[in-house]
């Protein structure tokens, strides 16, 4: 039994069968029931908790269906348009769904009908209903009106009113109903009668094609996994072909016995359908998983799908062999995605250009997949050496400097305990912050200088600050280290 | 899709991209060649922006403008800085055509390395890590210059703040950043590198080099020793003492041959 403070007393929120069998209602206080029954065990309710069991359960069913939604606090949607026949039809689906949601040790009830609303009223108020095409409305008509699941008061009024069940409901005009109660009740009256159907919101996007894999008894072994899962690959990428297609971001599920769902996302550089670099890809994925996927009592289903895709333009050869070009692009994209599925997509980056004169923000990095445009990088003068140094501080780092004349480079500077003795110096070169990004707290001109110590080590060398400006010191500080 | 691009800027003169690829004739530079693997040493955290600059540099003359993967091993970023692509854009690299991984451990770091050294479309790739590395032992180096052997494509490991350990490498330089040819108002030059050849399968083991880096040539140019250009006293720190003594000084004559290059002074 669960309790949950509620106007200022505990209250039931939730109970098990025994309990509802001592006539312990939901909404009744901790202390009523305690003069029923003084040895009630009772626990704090975690509707956070509760949320995510029920997700988990969904992520489950997602093995007979990829439609799956969450249904209120405490119920799954399923649509299983066209699922139906791969499990023995729909009263095998049912009695599988049940049994997988018993498992994970919760008691469910469940309804299979033509719209989500009519299914969620049977499954509440007519367990384990299946109703057949065309016949939602008339066992609908045997619900009782709390079936549409409407407030306290309109049920109340509703029941004043002689209503019993939806099907008195149903004889009257829906007109007169709306009048009296709004339309929200003759539209979900509507839709549980099977008259109107809305399609329900997954919690996954429908991919754009998978294939799947249910075994009749558990894998238990990684190998056969792998077998499985390079059929699986043949599979989509027959699909892929006959689309025209080649995926950009592929999602392997697998689903284990105790209902745990593992999923494993590959993202390939290139719209791919190459069986081989795509198994290949999926085995690195496996091998790179910090959590390594562990059979235990074994597998039940894996599916593969495909989350995006592209079409893939097919190469000419060439007779002078210029298909070469889009081949070794091809190979280059191929190395990104075994390097992304190793190491994961954050750590392969690239580099990116933007129009800008900070040095820090005119060239980052951002993942390799990533679809962020660059800019081109300046070209220098002929006959300049490099302006910018080759490694950048990011922050700067602080140094002592002693410089001859206010405005010119220092002569020595000390930067990580070590003293470096200018030999050669260029600058300054001014660079003012961008003001309008800092807002009111714009951080001080800086002048940068490029300077080479007597042994030869290039830095890049800038004064916060200018002297003129009494109210702050200037600093100095290293921000970059050239070749 | 974001296609990696030849690794060449596109205003590279046909010349340089000529110089840089004839660059490989010359009797040193053969030292460096493709299909195997080199390492660069240096002994002070502030050179391995240098080794960086000077491996880039000789990626550059390498590649034939193919992409680039860069390892780099997380701990560069606290100890030198992290890359930055204006930087690489002016030593005459694009940086739209390289590659970066950024690797958690030395293990990974090899791994990616080794990924990259199998795959043939690449130019070059350069695996950077910091500190002793017990991960990079004789299988390790083995695993990458085999692959280097097989695909064509140069691997480029530096290491800094580490001793030399035994390995396949078919080359092993020391790398110090050298002082540059000042030009008017004392402002630095083109970069200049001073290299030690401290092994070698040939058996050139003690050569020394003192390189510049132009741009403009996308080639190196051997600087003279003692030169007018106020530098010339060797880097401070010099090769350590378990090399052999024998010295050889490069006085480097455009014309010549790469035989008669090469004087050598025993000492």
């Given at each position: 039994m669960l309790v949950e403070k509620e106007q200022g007393a505990l209250r039931i929120a939730a109970l098990d069968a025994s309990a509802a069998r001592l006539g312990i209602t939901i909404g009744m206080t901790l202390t009523e029931t305690r003069t029923l029954m003084p040895n009630l065990a009772a626990a704090e309710a975690n509707r956070q908790a509760d949320a995510e069991a029920l997700r988990t359960c969904a992520e489950l069913c997602a093995m007979f269906t990829p439609l799956v939604a969450i249904d209120r606090m405490d119920g799954l949607m399923l649509d299983i348009t066209g699922c139906a026949h791969l499990f023995g039809g729909e009263a095998a689906l049912l009695q599988r769904t049940r049994h997988k949601i018993a498992r994970m040790g919760f008691t469910s009830s469940?309804?299979?009908?033509?719209?989500?609303?009519?299914?969620?009223?049977?499954?509440?108020?007519?367990?384990?209903?299946?109703?057949?095409?065309?016949?939602?409305?008339?066992?609908?008509?045997?619900?009782?009106?709390?079936?549409?699941?409407?407030?306290?008061?309109?049920?109340?009024?509703?029941?004043?009113?002689?209503?019993?069940?939806?099907?008195?409901?149903?004889?009257?005009?829906?007109?007169?109903?709306?009048?009296?109660?709004?339309?929200?009740?003759?539209?979900?009256?509507?839709?549980?009668?099977?008259?109107?159907?809305?399609?329900?919101?997954?919690?996954?996007?429908?991919?754009?094609?998978?294939?799947?894999?249910?075994?009749?008894?558990?894998?238990?072994?990684?190998?056969?996994?792998l077998g499985a899962l390079e059929r699986l690959v043949q599979d989509i990428a027959g699909a892929l072909e006959r689309r025209g297609e080649g995926g950009r971001v592929f999602e392997a599920s697998v689903f284990r016995t105790d209902g745990t769902v593992r999923r494993l996302e590959i993202e390939t550089a290139q719209a791919t359908r190459n069986t081989a670099a795509l198994l290949r890809l999926v085995e690195l994925k496996i091998e790179a998983l910090a959590d390594p996927l562990d059979?235990?009592?074994?597998?039940?289903?894996?599916?593969?799908?495909?989350?995006?895709?592209?079409?893939?333009?097919?190469?000419?050869?060439?007779?002078?062999?210029?298909?070469?070009?889009?081949?070794?692009?091809?190979?280059?994209?191929e190395l990104i995605g075994r390097l992304v599925a190793r190491f994961g997509r954050e750590d392969v980056r690239r580099f990116v250009g933007r129009d800008t004169h900070d040095p820090v923000r005119?060239?980052?990095?951002?993942?390799?997949?990533?679809?962020?445009?660059?800019?081109?990088?300046?070209?220098?003068?002929?006959?300049?050496?490099?302006?910018?140094?080759?490694?950048?501080?990011?922050?700067?780092?602080?140094?002592?400097?002693?410089?001859?004349?206010?405005?010119?480079?220092?002569?020595?500077?000390?930067?990580?305990?070590?003293?470096?003795?200018?030999?050669?110096?260029?600058?300054?070169?001014?660079?003012?912050?961008?003001?309008?990004?800092?807002?009111?707290?714009?951080?001080?001109?800086?002048?940068?200088?490029?300077?080479?110590?007597?042994?030869?080590?290039?830095?890049?060398?800038?004064?916060?600050?200018?002297?003129?400006?009494?109210?702050?010191?200037?600093?100095?500080?290293?921000?970059?280290?050239?070749? | 899709m974001i296609t990696h691009r030849a690794i060449w800027r596109q205003d590279a003169p046909d010349t340089a991209r000529e110089a840089g690829e004839s660059c490989a004739d010359k009797a040193w530079l053969s030292l460096v060649g493709r299909a195997a693997m080199h390492e660069f040493y240096t002994t002070r955290q502030i050179d391995a922006a240098g080794a960086g600059g000077c491996a880039l540099a000789f990626t550059c003359s390498l590649t034939q403008g193919r992409p680039l993967l860069w390892v780099r091993h997380d701990a560069m970023?606290?100890?030198?800085?992290?890359?930055?692509?204006?930087?690489?854009?002016?030593?005459?690299?694009?940086?739209?055509?390289?590659?970066?991984?950024?690797?958690?451990?030395?293990?990974?770091?090899?791994q990616a390395a080794l990924e990259g050294a199998r795959c043939s479309s690449l130019g070059a790739v350069i695996v950077e890590f910091w500190g002793e590395a017990s991960a990079y032992d004789l299988t390790a180096s083995r695993r990458l210059s085999l692959a280097a052997k097989a695909s064509g494509v140069p691997v480029f490991l530096l290491r800094s703040a580490a001793r030399p350990a035994p390995s396949t490498a078919d080359t092993r330089w020391q790398v110090h950043a050298a002082p540059s040819g000042l030009r008017a108002a004392r402002a630095p030059g083109d970069p200049?590198?001073?290299?030690?050849?401290?092994?070698?399968?040939?058996?050139?083991?003690?050569?020394?080099?003192?390189?510049?880096?132009?741009?403009?040539?996308?080639?190196?140019?051997?600087?003279?020793?003692?030169?007018?250009?106020?530098?010339?006293?060797p880097p401070r720190r010099t090769a350590p003492a378990s090399l052999p003594r024998r010295l050889v000084s490069v006085s480097f004559d455009r014309s010549g041959t790469p035989s008669a290059l090469l004087r050598q002074r025993i000492g």
């Amino acid at each position: 039994m669960l309790v949950e403070k509620e106007q200022g007393a505990l209250r039931i929120a939730a109970l098990d069968a025994s309990a509802a069998r001592l006539g312990i209602t939901i909404g009744m206080t901790l202390t009523e029931t305690r003069t029923l029954m003084p040895n009630l065990a009772a626990a704090e309710a975690n509707r956070q908790a509760d949320a995510e069991a029920l997700r988990t359960c969904a992520e489950l069913c997602a093995m007979f269906t990829p439609l799956v939604a969450i249904d209120r606090m405490d119920g799954l949607m399923l649509d299983i348009t066209g699922c139906a026949h791969l499990f023995g039809g729909e009263a095998a689906l049912l009695q599988r769904t049940r049994h997988k949601i018993a498992r994970m040790g919760f008691t469910s009830s469940a309804a299979i009908a033509g719209t989500p609303d009519a299914a969620r009223a049977f499954a509440r108020f007519a367990r384990n209903t299946i109703s057949a095409p065309g016949q939602d409305e008339a066992l609908a008509h045997t619900l009782p009106i709390t079936a549409l699941a409407q407030e306290h008061n309109t049920t109340v009024a509703l029941s004043r009113a002689g209503f019993r069940t939806l099907g008195d409901l149903a004889k009257r005009p829906s007109s007169l109903l709306a009048a009296r109660f709004g339309e929200g009740l003759v539209v979900t009256l509507q839709r549980i009668l099977g008259r109107e159907d809305i399609r329900i919101t997954p919690l996954r996007a429908l991919p754009e094609c998978m294939a799947e894999r249910h075994f009749p008894e558990p894998l238990v072994l990684m190998d056969s996994l792998l077998g499985a899962l390079e059929r699986l690959v043949q599979d989509i990428a027959g699909a892929l072909e006959r689309r025209g297609e080649g995926g950009r971001v592929f999602e392997a599920s697998v689903f284990r016995t105790d209902g745990t769902v593992r999923r494993l996302e590959i993202e390939t550089a290139q719209a791919t359908r190459n069986t081989a670099a795509l198994l290949r890809l999926v085995e690195l994925k496996i091998e790179a998983l910090a959590d390594p996927l562990d059979p235990g009592f074994g597998f039940d289903a894996v599916r593969l799908a495909v989350t995006r895709s592209e079409p893939v333009h097919t190469h000419q050869q060439m007779l002078d062999g210029k298909a070469q070009d889009a081949d070794s692009e091809t190979a280059i994209a191929e190395l990104i995605g075994r390097l992304v599925a190793r190491f994961g997509r954050e750590d392969v980056r690239r580099f990116v250009g933007r129009d800008t004169h900070d040095p820090v923000r005119s060239s980052g990095t951002t993942p390799s997949l990533s679809a962020i445009g660059s800019v081109l990088w300046p070209a220098l003068e002929a006959g300049s050496p490099p302006a910018r140094p080759l490694t950048l501080f990011e922050p700067p780092q602080l140094i002592e400097a002693i410089a001859e004349v206010p405005d010119g480079p220092p002569l020595l500077f000390r930067w990580r305990r070590i003293l470096h003795e200018i030999s050669g110096a260029e600058g300054p070169e001014r660079i003012a912050p961008e003001w309008w990004r800092e807002g009111s707290r714009a951080p001080a001109t800086r002048d940068y200088y490029r300077v080479e110590d007597a042994d030869g080590h290039r830095f890049w060398i800038f004064r916060e600050g200018l002297y003129e400006d009494s109210n702050t010191r200037p600093r100095w500080f290293l921000h970059g280290l050239f070749a | 899709m974001i296609t990696h691009r030849a690794i060449w800027r596109q205003d590279a003169p046909d010349t340089a991209r000529e110089a840089g690829e004839s660059c490989a004739d010359k009797a040193w530079l053969s030292l460096v060649g493709r299909a195997a693997m080199h390492e660069f040493y240096t002994t002070r955290q502030i050179d391995a922006a240098g080794a960086g600059g000077c491996a880039l540099a000789f990626t550059c003359s390498l590649t034939q403008g193919r992409p680039l993967l860069w390892v780099r091993h997380d701990a560069m970023d606290r100890e030198v800085g992290t890359l930055h692509a204006s930087g690489i854009s002016d030593l005459g690299l694009d940086p739209a055509g390289m590659i970066l991984l950024r690797a958690r451990n030395t293990q990974s770091a090899l791994q990616a390395a080794l990924e990259g050294a199998r795959c043939s479309s690449l130019g070059a790739v350069i695996v950077e890590f910091w500190g002793e590395a017990s991960a990079y032992d004789l299988t390790a180096s083995r695993r990458l210059s085999l692959a280097a052997k097989a695909s064509g494509v140069p691997v480029f490991l530096l290491r800094s703040a580490a001793r030399p350990a035994p390995s396949t490498a078919d080359t092993r330089w020391q790398v110090h950043a050298a002082p540059s040819g000042l030009r008017a108002a004392r402002a630095p030059g083109d970069p200049r590198f001073a290299l030690t050849l401290l092994r070698a399968r040939n058996g050139q083991e003690g050569l020394s080099l003192y390189l510049e880096w132009s741009r403009d040539a996308r080639a190196f140019r051997i600087c003279e020793a003692n030169a007018a250009t106020g530098f010339g006293a060797p880097p401070r720190r010099t090769a350590p003492a378990s090399l052999p003594r024998r010295l050889v000084s490069v006085s480097f004559d455009r014309s010549g041959t790469p035989s008669a290059l090469l004087r050598q002074r025993i000492g």
